[in-house]
C-alpha cells in the first residue's frame, strides 16, 4: 500500500492514533487501538483506485442472511482478533452498507473473548498502557505513569498519575478495548464507552453472582452465618479466637466495639500457616485474599469481600479496660454437594436401549467423593433426579429383515409408573388391606399410552401397590348401671341403657345386634307387701340422684361472630317424655352503629348448640278401674306377650336411645335416658304410636359431670358508652370466681391466673363514628391582678374528634353555636393600702456630691384600677421602701478640680505576625502589619472618656469610612494602610500623649506616611518639613528604626531556616509540621518592648561594638521579648533551652522551645542550612546534618539536635554507627543536643542523632573533623588564644587571673527553690536565691554575677503568686419545695448564690472565678409531684389491616399510695402516655391492585347501605366494589 490505501465501496476505515489505514491479506480489517468507521460519500473527494488491486470478491463474503437481504446492509464480516489474549478482551465484527442511501442500523457490534484469568505475573491491563508512555515527555519531563482506577467522571479515558509528584494527567481520551471500567465490576470499555458484562461475560447481560459467588445462582450452595462474641478479660488470658471462617468463604464482615484489637491467622489446605497483624487501617494481601481494614475511634472493622484462600481464624488480643463485643456475618460454602454422574452403560447393545445418571456426594475441599451422609446433612442439599437417555438406537439383525426403531426425540416423553384405584378395603373395621395395579408405561407422540419393561422406569422409585386401611376398633356394646327396682316391695323391674360405642367414644351404629345385652330383668324387693294383691308397679321415687335445675349462662353478641340460642320452647308433651326446641343463631355487633346483625353459621367458630332437647315434666297417670279390672288388664298383658298374638306388639318395642345432655357442665348435674320405639326387624326408630303405651319403660336419670367447676371467668354489666360520638369506651367487671360445689350459693374470687386464657375483654370500643364540631375550652388562666380587678383567659377552639380517635382543629365559623367566652373578670376583692413610689427628691446639695431619696405615697387601688392616697398609718404595717442614690447638681466654686491626667505608657509594639485585631495603649511606638484593625486607647484618670480628642500629626482626626471615634473616646481604624501612618495625639484637657504609628511594608522595610511625603515635597514653600513638624510635637519619628528593622531582618533569617528545614527529604519529616505560619505561634502576635531597654541597645550600637555583637544584642533582645511575653500570657511553661541546660550553652534565639506548638505525630529533625557561629567563650554550634571543619580549637562544640514530635521524641546519639559513650566531658543537654568539650583528633567521626517515639523514628548525621593546632588554650575572662606570649604575660601579669582548663572553667546560674508565698489570696510574692557557679558538680564555689553574664540572661529571683482575689462564694437559704416536679415525689428548690469579700459586701461573680461554686438548685419531697399516670391495658385492635386499624387505653392521673383519680393537669410534669395507637398498619393487598375486605362484617357493610361513606368503603373494597 505504498503511495495510496485502499478505498471500498462505501466504507472507509481510519486509524486516528496511527494516522493510516491497516489492512489485512484477505481484505478484512485487523484490530486496531482507536477507530472511526464513515461512509465514502461524507469524504471531502474520492482517491482514485489502483490499477493494480483487484476488486473484492463477493464468494470471500460471509453469506448473507435473510434478514440482511430485506435490508440494505451486507453479511457480517468475520470476528476480528481479540483484543487481549486473557482477563476478558472484545472482539469486532463489520459490515457494510450496499446502497447509497442511509442504512438503518450499526456497521460494528462486538462480544467478549479470552475470558479466561491472566497468570499472576502478566499485571493490570489499564497499568501497562500508563507505562507505554514512560518514553514520551510530559511538560519537557518524563515521569513513570501509575494508572487512576474507578474514575467517575469518565472511567474508559486513560488517566495516570506521575509517580513522586502525584500529578494526574489523561495521557489518552480512551482506553484499549477490553480495559474494565471499574476494579470490582466486569463492565468493559469499547470504543471509550463502558458496556455492562454480567457475571456470564455476555454483553449486555444483567446475571450477577448470588452471595455464593454462582452466577445467575439461587443462593442455594452456601449459608448465612452470624453470630457474636464477648471478650471475657477475667479469665486472664491476654488473647482469645473469635470465629473460624473456613475455605471459600465469601461476604466477611466483622465489627468489634470496645479497646480490643483483632489478628488474624491462616491456614492453607496443605498445611501452611500465615498470621496477619492489623498495625493500621488500609488493605492487606493474605493467601490470596484481600482484607479491607478500618480503625475508628470506638470501634474495628473487617471486610472480606472473598472468597476466601484459606482457612482464617480471627483472634482478638485483649488490652485491659471494659470487655469488648465482636459481631460477625459471612456466607458459608456448603462444602459436600452432590455431583452429578456421568451416564451408566446402556441398558442393551443394540435396537434402542436407555442408559441412566447417578449422584455422588463430592467434597469441595480435598476433591474427593464422599459417603452420601455428608451431603444429606445439609437441608438446602437437593440430590439431583437421575436422567435417562436413549442408547445404542442402531438395528439389530432379525430373522424376518432388520426391526424398525421410531428414535426418540424431544418431544417423547420418558416412560413413568402409573397406578390403578385402590380397592376398597377388606373390612370396615379392625385392620384390612387395599391394593391396586403400578405398572410402567410409556407414551408415543400421537399421545397413546402402551405398558412397557418395568426397567424403564427404575430410574424413579416404584409406587406402593399395598396400602392398610380401616386400621380403628370396631364398635362394641357399652351397658350403664341399672336403675332401682321399680316397686318398693316385692317383685319388680330395673333397667339399663344399653349404648354402640365406636373407636372415637361416640354412641353411634355398627354393633352386632345378637350380641346386644337386655335392657329389663325383674327384680325383687325383699319387702313384704300387705295387700292381697298390688296393681300395677309403683314407680319409686329414685333415690340416687337429686332433680337439678338446668342453669345454662347467658350469652350477648360481642364484636366476634358467635352463637346466641333463644330460649326453649315448651315441651311437647305434658306428661312424660317429649321434646322441645330453640333457635340458635350466629349473631355479631357492629361496633360501629351499635346493631346486632344475623351472619352465617360457617362464621361463628366452635360447635353449634343444640337446637332441640329431650323433656319430661312428670308421669302419665293411668286411669284405672277398680282392682279387678287391673288385674284383667294384666292377665290380659300375659296372654299377649306369651301368645304374642298382635303382630304390633311382636314388631315394635321401647328402646333406651342414650342420654340427654347433662344438665350443668360441672359440678354435678343429671341426664335423662332417651326412650324411643324402635322397629325390631330394621333397628330403626318409629313412631311411638306403635309402641304400647302401657309398656313403656319408666323415666331414668342418673348424675353427670360431678367432677367440680374450674374457676371460671364472670363478666359483668357493660357501663354506658364514656363519649357519646369519636370513639368511646364501655366497661365491665370480669373477675375470676369459683363456686366450691352446686348447692353452695357462695363464690369465692381468685385470681385471673387461676382462669384459663383468654380474658373476656373488660372494654370495649363504642360509637365510633365522627363528632360535630364543637367548642373545647381549656382551663381558665391565672388572674391579671390578685385584687381590685383582674381578667383571666382561656383558650376556646373549635375541634371535632373523629372516629379513628384523633382530634382535628378547625376554624371557628365549623362550630354552629356560639363560642364560649375566653376571658372573665377576676379578682374583685378589695386591695389592702400599699406604698407607691411616685419620684426622686430634689438633691439634698446645690452643688457638688450629694443625696436623692426616693419618696413613697400610701395609696388605695380600687376595682376601676385608679389609685386613691391613704391615711399613711394604713401602711405603717408594710415594709416602706427606702431608696437612695448620689447626685451632682454642679462643682462648687470654692471646690478644687484634679487635673485630668493621661495614663501613658512608654513601649514599643511590633507586630510579629499576622492577627485580626491589635490593641494599643497611647505613648511610645507602634510598627504594625497592613491590613489589620488597630484600636488606640487613651486611659484617662479625672476626665470623662467621651470628651477625649484626637490628632493626627498635630490635626483633629474625622472620622473616615474605615477609621471611626467611638463615644468611648478611643480609635478603631479597620485594615491599616500605609496612609494611616502618623503620629497619634490623645487631648484630655491640658493633657496630651503621642503615639507614632508605622506601617511595615514588603521586605519588612518601614512604610512612610503620604502626608509625611507630601510636607517634603519640593515647590511648597509654605510647607514645613515634617522633621520640624514632629519636633513642635516633641517626639522622634524615626527614633528606634534601626532596631526595629534588625528584628524584622532577624524574622527573615528565621523563615529562611523554616524553608530549608521544610526542604529535608521526606523520610525526614512530617507533611504536616511547620507548614504554614499557623504552627509559628511560639513567638507572640505583637512584640512589647520597654522604651528603656531599647534606648541601651541604641546605646551599644553607638559604641561600635561590630557587627557580630549587633547580631548577638538583638537575637537577645527578640529572646527577652518572647520570654517576657510568654511569662506575661503565662503561655509558656517552660524556660528558654539557655536556661535550663549547662551555663556554657551560649544565648541564641531559639525559634522551636515554645511548648504547644502544632507537632507532628511521626518524630522529625529541625534541619538548619547554617552553623550559628561560635559563642562567647569560644564554643562552636552546628546544627545536626551539616559537616564540622574544626581549623581552630574551641572550648567546646555543640551539635544542636531539635526533634520535635507527638509524643515528644527520645533522642539518642551513635559514632561511626555505635552507641556513644558519654563522660565528664562528652555529654548531652537536657534538651538532647550533643556537647564536647575540648574537641581533639579522637573525637572525629560520623555523629549520629536519633529521634523515636512510638509512631516512627528519624536521623540526622554530621561529620566531624578536625584540622586545627595541637597546642593548649588558655582562658581568662572572655579571651581565648593559643599558648605563647599572650599566656604567659596573663599569668605573670596578675594573680587574679586563674589558668584554668576542663570543667573548672564552666561558669553557670544555680536556683533555690521558691519560698512560700507571702499571702494566700489578693496577690502575693515568691523569692529565691540565684547564684552564680564556678566548677563542676560537687567541686563548685560560688563566684561574683558578673562572671555568669556569658552563661544567659540571669533567671528572675522574684514572680507574683496566689493572684485570685480573697472573694469567697456565699448562698442563702433554701427556698420553699415548690418548683417543678422532676420525678415521683420529687420538686426543685432554689437559693441564690453570690460572690462577696472578707467584709461581706457582694462583689462581681468574676472575683470568684475559679472557686469552686455552691449548687443554687437541688431536689426536694414535695407532695404535690406524688402523681404519676396510670395506663390500662390496650383495646383489640379495630381491623385487621389497612390504615384504620387503631386500640386505645385508659390513662389516668392517680396519687402513688392512695390511688386517688386527678385531674391531667398534676402530672403535666411527666409527659403523658398516649391513650391511643394505630395498629395492624398492614398493606390489605391494595398495593398489588387486589381489592380485598379487612373486616368481617363488610356484608352487613353492604345491607345497611353504608358503602358510600369512603371509610367503609376503603374497609370494605370488595363488597362495595359494585355500589
Given at each position: 500500500m505504498s503511495g495510496s490505501c485502499l478505498w471500498t465501496t462505501s466504507l472507509v476505515l481510519l486509524a486516528v492514533c496511527a494516522k493510516i489505514a491497516v489492512w489485512a491479506n484477505n481484505g478484512d480489517a485487523v484490530f486496531i487501538r482507536e477507530f472511526t468507521l464513515i461512509r465514502r460519500d461524507h469524504l471531502a473527494e474520492e482517491p482514485l483506485h489502483d490499477g493494480g488491486q483487484k476488486p473484492e470478491d463477493p464468494s470471500s463474503r460471509t453469506a448473507r442472511s435473510e434478514e440482511d437481504r430485506d435490508t440494505l446492509w451486507d453479511a457480517w464480516g468475520s470476528w476480528s482478533e481479540c483484543s487481549r489474549t486473557c482477563g476478558g478482551g472484545a472482539s469486532y465484527s463489520l459490515r457494510r452498507c450496499l446502497s447509497s442511501k442511509t442504512c438503518e442500523g450499526q456497521n460494528i457490534k462486538y462480544r467478549t473473548c479470552s475470558n479466561v484469568d491472566c497468570p499472576s505475573d502478566a499485571g493490570d491491563f489499564r497499568a501497562q498502557q500508563c507505562s507505554a508512555h514512560a518514553?514520551?515527555?510530559?511538560?519537557?519531563?518524563?515521569?513513570?505513569?501509575?494508572?487512576?482506577?474507578?474514575?467517575?467522571?469518565?472511567?474508559?479515558?486513560?488517566?495516570?498519575?506521575?509517580?513522586?509528584?502525584?500529578?494526574?494527567?489523561e495521557l489518552a481520551p480512551k482506553v484499549l478495548d477490553g480495559t474494565r471500567c471499574y476494579t470490582e465490576s466486569l463492565d468493559m470499555c469499547i470504543s471509550g464507552i463502558c458496556q455492562i458484562v454480567g457475571c456470564d461475560h455476555e454483553l449486555g447481560s444483567t446475571a450477577t453472582e448470588d452471595n455464593c459467588g454462582v452466577c445467575n445462582g439461587d443462593g442455594s450452595s452456601c449459608r448465612l452465618v452470624r453470630g457474636h462474641y464477648k471478650s471475657q478479660h477475667s479469665s486472664g488470658k491476654t488473647e482469645d479466637t473469635v470465629v473460624i471462617i473456613p475455605y471459600k468463604s465469601r461476604h466477611v464482615r466483622l465489627i468489634l466495639k470496645g479497646p480490643d484489637h483483632l489478628y488474624m491467622e491462616s491456614k492453607t489446605l496443605q498445611g501452611v500457616r500465615d498470621e496477619l497483624v492489623l498495625d493500621r487501617p488500609g488493605q492487606y494481601y493474605i493467601e490470596n485474599t484481600t482484607v479491607d481494614y478500618q480503625k475508628l475511634s470506638d470501634k474495628e472493622v473487617l471486610r472480606i469481600t472473598g472468597p476466601l484462600g484459606a482457612d482464617f481464624t480471627v483472634k482478638v488480643q485483649f488490652t485491659g479496660g471494659t470487655d469488648s463485643v465482636v459481631q460477625y456475618i459471612y456466607y458459608q460454602p456448603i462444602i459436600h454437594r452432590w455431583r452429578e454422574t456421568d451416564f451408566f452403560p446402556c441398558s442393551v447393545t443394540c435396537g434402542g436401549g436407555y442408559q441412566l445418571t447417578s449422584a455422588e456426594c463430592y467434597d469441595l475441599r480435598s476433591g474427593r467423593v464422599v459417603v452420601d451422609q455428608y451431603c444429606h446433612y445439609y437441608p438446602e442439599n437437593v440430590k439431583p433426579k437421575p436422567k435417562l437417555q436413549e442408547c445404542n438406537m442402531e438395528l439389530c439383525l432379525d430373522s424376518d429383515g432388520y426391526k424398525e426403531i421410531m428414535p426418540y426425540d424431544q418431544y417423547h416423553p420418558l416412560p413413568r409408573w402409573e397406578s390403578s384405584p385402590w380397592t376398597a378395603c377388606s373390612t370396615s373395621c379392625g385392620g384390612g388391606i387395599q391394593s391396586r395395579l403400578v405398572s410402567c408405561v410409556e407414551e408415543d407422540m400421537q399421545g397413546t399410552i402402551t405398558p412397557t419393561e418395568e426397567w424403564k422406569c427404575l430410574y424413579s422409585p416404584k409406587t406402593a401397590i399395598l396400602q392398610p386401611c380401616n386400621t380403628f376398633d370396631?364398635?362394641?356394646?357399652?351397658?350403664?348401671?341399672?336403675?332401682?327396682?321399680?316397686?318398693?316391695?316385692?317383685?319388680?323391674?330395673?333397667?339399663?341403657?344399653?349404648?354402640?360405642?365406636?373407636?372415637?367414644?361416640?354412641?353411634?351404629?355398627?354393633?352386632?345386634?345378637?350380641?346386644?345385652?337386655?335392657?329389663?330383668?325383674?327384680?325383687?324387693?325383699?319387702?313384704?307387701?300387705?295387700?292381697?294383691?298390688?296393681?300395677?308397679?309403683?314407680?319409686?321415687?329414685?333415690?340416687?340422684h337429686k332433680q337439678a335445675i338446668e342453669l345454662e349462662e347467658e350469652v350477648t353478641a360481642s364484636e366476634e361472630p358467635t352463637f346466641i340460642p333463644g330460649p326453649w320452647q315448651p315441651c311437647s308433651r305434658t306428661c312424660g317424655a317429649g321434646t322441645q326446641h330453640r333457635t340458635v343463631k350466629c349473631q355479631v355487633l357492629l361496633s360501629f352503629s351499635q346493631t346486632i346483625v344475623d351472619v352465617p353459621d360457617d362464621e361463628c367458630e366452635g360447635v353449634k348448640p343444640a337446637t332441640s332437647q329431650p323433656c319430661y315434666s312428670s308421669p302419665c297417670s293411668v286411669d284405672l278401674g277398680e282392682a279387678g279390672e287391673s288385674e284383667e288388664v294384666e292377665e290380659e298383658e300375659e296372654e299377649e306377650e306369651k301368645g304374642g298374638t298382635l303382630q304390633r306388639e311382636e314388631l315394635h318395642?321401647?328402646?333406651?336411645?342414650?342420654?340427654?345432655?347433662?344438665s350443668e357442665s360441672c359440678g354435678g348435674g343429671v341426664q335423662e335416658a332417651v326412650v324411643i320405639c324402635l322397629n325390631k326387624q330394621t333397628r330403626e326408630a318409629a313412631d311411638q304410636s306403635l309402641c304400647v303405651s302401657s309398656r313403656r319403660p319408666p323415666r331414668l336419670l342418673q348424675d353427670c359431670k360431678t367432677q367440680p367447676c374450674p374457676p371460671r371467668w364472670e363478666t359483668g354489666e357493660w357501663s354506658s358508652c364514656s363519649a357519646t360520638c369519636g370513639v368511646g369506651l364501655m366497661i365491665r367487671t370480669v373477675v375470676c370466681t369459683h363456686r366450691p360445689s352446686r348447692d353452695s350459693n357462695?363464690?369465692?374470687?381468685?385470681?385471673?391466673?387461676?382462669?384459663?386464657?383468654?380474658?373476656?375483654?373488660?372494654?370495649?370500643?363504642?360509637?365510633?363514628?365522627?363528632?360535630?364540631?364543637?367548642?373545647?375550652?381549656?382551663?381558665?388562666?391565672?388572674?391579671?391582678?390578685?385584687?381590685?380587678?383582674?381578667?383571666?383567659?382561656?383558650?376556646?377552639?373549635?375541634?371535632?374528634?373523629?372516629?379513628?380517635?384523633?382530634?382535628?382543629?378547625?376554624?371557628?365559623?365549623f362550630c354552629p353555636t356560639k363560642s364560649p367566652t375566653s376571658q372573665q373578670p377576676c379578682g374583685e376583692k378589695e386591695c389592702p393600702p400599699e406604698w407607691v413610689t411616685t419620684s426622686w427628691s430634689q438633691c439634698s446639695v446645690t452643688c457638688g456630691n450629694g443625696i436623692q431619696t426616693l419618696q413613697a405615697v400610701c395609696r388605695k387601688k380600687e376595682v376601676n384600677g385608679r389609685y386613691l392616697t391613704a391615711d399613711p398609718k394604713n401602711c405603717s404595717l408594710l415594709a416602706r421602701l427606702n431608696?437612695?442614690?448620689?447626685?451632682?447638681?454642679?462643682?462648687?466654686?470654692?471646690?478644687?478640680?484634679?487635673?485630668?491626667?493621661?495614663?501613658?505608657?512608654?513601649?514599643?509594639?511590633?507586630?510579629?505576625?499576622?492577627?485580626?485585631?491589635?490593641?494599643?495603649?497611647?505613648?511610645?511606638?507602634?510598627?504594625?502589619?497592613?491590613?489589620?484593625?488597630?484600636?488606640?486607647?487613651?486611659?484617662?484618670?479625672?476626665?470623662?472618656?467621651?470628651?477625649?480628642?484626637?490628632?493626627?500629626?498635630?490635626?483633629p482626626l474625622v472620622n473616615l469610612p474605615h477609621l471611626s471615634i467611638t463615644s468611648l473616646g478611643y480609635v478603631k481604624i479597620h485594615q491599616v494602610r500605609a496612609s494611616d501612618a502618623g503620629i497619634y495625639t490623645c487631648v484630655a484637657g491640658e493633657a496630651q500623649e503621642h503615639l507614632v504609628l508605622q506601617i511595615i511594608g514588603s521586605k519588612q522595610k518601614l512604610s512612610v506616611a503620604e502626608s509625611m511625603l507630601r510636607r517634603q515635597k519640593v515647590g511648597r514653600p509654605d510647607a514645613i518639613s515634617a522633621q520640624e513638624r514632629f519636633q513642635e510635637l516633641h517626639i522622634s519619628l524615626n527614633r528606634y528604626d534601626a532596631i526595629i528593622e534588625r528584628l524584622l531582618n532577624h524574622k527573615e533569617s528565621i523563615r529562611d531556616e523554616k524553608y530549608i528545614a521544610d526542604k529535608s527529604p521526606a523520610s525526614e519529616k512530617n507533611s504536616s509540621t511547620l507548614e504554614d505560619e499557623g504552627s509559628e505561634i511560639y513567638i507572640p502576635e505583637v512584640l512589647v518592648a520597654d522604651t528603656r531597654r531599647l534606648e541601651e541597645i541604641m546605646k551599644n550600637f553607638a559604641e561600635d561594638l561590630g557587627g557580630l555583637r549587633e547580631e548577638q544584642l538583638i537575637a537577645q533582645l527578640l529572646s527577652e521579648l518572647t520570654v517576657a511575653q510568654g511569662e506575661t500570657n503565662e503561655s509558656t511553661l517552660h524556660p528558654p533551652e539557655s536556661a535550663e541546660s549547662s551555663t556554657q550553652e551560649p544565648l541564641h534565639y531559639k525559634p522551636n522551645t515554645k511548648v504547644h506548638t502544632a507537632r507532628p505525630r511521626n518524630p522529625l529533625i529541625i534541619q538548619r542550612s547554617k552553623k550559628i557561629g561560635e559563642g562567647p567563650q569560644s564554643e562552636m554550634i552546628v546544627y545536626v546534618g551539616m559537616p564540622v571543619f574544626l581549623q581552630k580549637p574551641v572550648v567546646s562544640l555543640v551539635l544542636k539536635c531539635e526533634a520535635v514530635g507527638n509524643p515528644d521524641p527520645s533522642v539518642t546519639w551513635t559514632k561511626n554507627g555505635k552507641e556513644l559513650r558519654y563522660s565528664s566531658r562528652v555529654g548531652l543537654f537536657p534538651t538532647g543536643s550533643l556537647r564536647i568539650q575540648y574537641p581533639s583528633k579522637g573525637d572525629e567521626g560520623l555523629y549520629t542523632c536519633t529521634a523515636r517515639n512510638r509512631f516512627g523514628r528519624t536521623s540526622l548525621s554530621s561529620s566531624v573533623q578536625i584540622t586545627g593546632g595541637k597546642g593548649r588554650i588558655c582562658v581568662q575572662g572572655n579571651s581565648v588564644g593559643a599558648n605563647g606570649l599572650a599566656c604567659s604575660e596573663r599569668r605573670n601579669g596578675s594573680r587574679s587571673a586563674e589558668l584554668c582548663q576542663g570543667q573548672a572553667c564552666l561558669f553557670r546560674w544555680r536556683v533555690d527553690a521558691w519560698s512560700p508565698c507571702s499571702a494566700t489570696c489578693g496577690g502575693g510574692a515568691q523569692?529565691?536565691?540565684?547564684?552564680?557557679?564556678?566548677?563542676?558538680?560537687?567541686?563548685?564555689?560560688?563566684?561574683?554575677?558578673?562572671?555568669?553574664?556569658?552563661?544567659?540572661?540571669?533567671?528572675?529571683?522574684?514572680?507574683?503568686?496566689?493572684l485570685l482575689p480573697c472573694a469567697r462564694w456565699a448562698t442563702t437559704s433554701w427556698g420553699p419545695c415548690h418548683g417543678r416536679?422532676?420525678?415521683?415525689?420529687?420538686?426543685?428548690?432554689?437559693?441564690?448564690?453570690?460572690?462577696?469579700?472578707?467584709?461581706?459586701?457582694?462583689?462581681?461573680?468574676?472575683?470568684?472565678?475559679?472557686?469552686?461554686?455552691?449548687?443554687?438548685?437541688?431536689?426536694?419531697t414535695a407532695e404535690a409531684c406524688a402523681l404519676q399516670w396510670l395506663v390500662g391495658p390496650w383495646t383489640q385492635c379495630t381491623a385487621t389491616c389497612g390504615r384504620h386499624g387503631f386500640q386505645s387505653r385508659q390513662v389516668t392521673c392517680v396519687h402513688l399510695r392512695t390511688g386517688k383519680a386527678f385531674r391531667d393537669r398534676h402530672c403535666t410534669w411527666r409527659p403523658r402516655p398516649a391513650s391511643w395507637q394505630r395498629c395492624n398498619i398492614l398493606s390489605c393487598g391494595r398495593a398489588g391492585g387486589i381489592c380485598r375486605d379487612s373486616t368481617r362484617y363488610c356484608e352487613k357493610v353492604r345491607q345497611l347501605e353504608l358503602c358510600l361513606l369512603p371509610h367503609f368503603k376503603s374497609r370494605c373494597c370488595f363488597s362495595c366494589r359494585n355500589t
Open positions: 518514553d514520551e515527555q510530559y511538560q519537557d519531563q518524563y515521569h513513570e505513569w501509575l494508572p487512576v482506577y474507578n474514575d467517575p467522571d469518565n472511567p474508559c479515558a486513560l488517566k495516570c498519575k506521575a509517580k513522586g509528584s502525584g500529578l494526574v494527567v370396631c364398635p362394641t356394646w357399652l351397658a350403664q348401671e341399672w336403675s332401682p327396682c321399680t316397686v318398693t316391695c316385692g317383685q319388680g323391674l330395673r333397667y339399663r341403657v344399653v349404648l354402640c360405642i365406636d373407636h372415637r367414644g361416640l354412641h353411634a351404629g355398627g354393633c352386632n345386634p345378637t350380641t346386644k345385652p337386655h335392657i329389663k330383668e325383674e327384680c325383687l324387693v325383699t319387702v313384704p307387701c300387705y295387700k292381697s294383691k298390688d296393681t300395677l308397679p309403683v314407680e319409686a321415687k329414685p333415690v340416687w318395642d321401647w328402646e333406651y336411645e342414650g342420654f340427654t345432655e347433662c357462695h363464690t369465692l374470687v381468685l385470681r385471673d391466673e387461676d382462669c384459663q386464657n383468654p380474658k373476656p375483654s373488660p372494654l370495649q370500643a363504642c360509637n365510633r363514628f365522627d363528632c360535630p364540631p364543637m367548642w373545647d375550652t381549656h382551663d381558665w388562666g391565672q388572674c391579671s391582678q390578685s385584687c381590685g380587678g383582674g381578667v383571666q383567659r382561656r383558650q376556646v377552639l373549635c375541634k371535632q374528634r373523629l372516629a379513628d380517635g384523633s382530634i382535628l382543629e378547625l376554624p371557628d365559623t431608696r437612695i442614690r448620689p447626685c451632682f447638681f454642679k462643682p462648687c466654686e470654692n471646690s478644687v478640680k484634679p487635673d485630668a491626667t493621661i495614663l501613658s505608657q512608654k513601649k514599643v509594639y511590633i507586630q510579629w505576625r499576622k492577627g485580626k485585631k491589635v490593641h494599643l495603649g497611647i505613648g511610645g511606638y507602634a510598627y504594625i502589619l497592613p491590613w489589620t484593625t488597630v484600636v488606640l486607647r487613651c486611659p484617662t484618670r479625672h476626665f470623662r472618656k467621651g470628651q477625649i480628642h484626637w490628632l493626627k500629626e498635630g490635626k523569692t529565691r536565691i540565684v547564684r552564680c557557679m564556678k566548677g563542676p558538680e560537687g567541686r563548685s564555689e560560688e563566684v561574683e554575677s558578673p562572671n555568669c553574664l556569658g552563661a544567659g540572661r540571669k533567671p528572675s529571683d522574684a514572680r507574683p503568686c496566689n416536679c422532676v420525678g415521683p415525689s420529687l420538686a426543685t428548690q432554689h437559693r441564690y448564690v453570690y460572690c462577696q469579700d472578707p467584709n461581706g459586701t457582694r462583689v462581681p461573680h468574676r472575683m470568684c472565678t475559679g472557686l469552686h461554686r455552691p449548687s443554687s438548685l437541688r431536689n426536694c
